[in-house]
């Protein structure tokens, strides 16, 4: 496995180099702040591997409808530690359960009202682009802080 994947032509080294899973990241946008979102990279990253690999995304992910998009586009796994460590702080193990539990409903209803109810049954066809109805800001991601 091999984390911070970003282009084609970092998919194509890692199966030159025997990776067989692709873990595609901009670190959260820590480094580069400017730089495309990891979910916008994926399809890219995808299409490079030839089928070759599996893919593990990260980059923000706060609710279950953003893991359910992260596999639509074709991630095996979707990474969660930013949430993770907010609700680690919050309330500690219980918080984390309570996180998890909180995923698990989000991505269920999500699921249902696309009447699925398996991710296997997801495909691109779920996904549609949609403008912003509001101008992103710094705590876009964090409404309720």
Request: hydrophobic content about 45%; proline content about 3%.
């Amino acid at each position: 496995m091999l984390k911070g994947i970003q282009t084609a032509e970092d998919a194509e080294l890692c199966l030159e180099h025997g990776v067989d899973i692709i873990y595609v990241s901009n670190h959260g946008g820590r480094q580069l702040d400017h730089c495309r979102g990891a979910i916008e990279l994926l399809p890219e990253v995808i299409s490079a591997a030839r089928g070759k690999a599996h893919f593990i995304l990260d980059g923000g992910f706060m609710r279950g409808t953003d893991i359910l998009k992260g596999v639509v586009r074709g991630a095996a796994m979707v990474g969660i530690g930013k949430l993770q460590a907010l609700a680690l702080g919050a309330a500690g193990e219980r918080g984390v359960v309570r996180m998890l539990e909180i995923l698990e409903a989000e991505l269920t209803t999500a699921m249902k009202l696309l009447g699925t109810s398996t991710l296997g049954e997801l495909d691109g066809t779920y996904l549609q682009p949609a403008l912003p109805v509001t101008v992103p800001g710094a705590l876009s991601a964090l409404p309720l802080l």
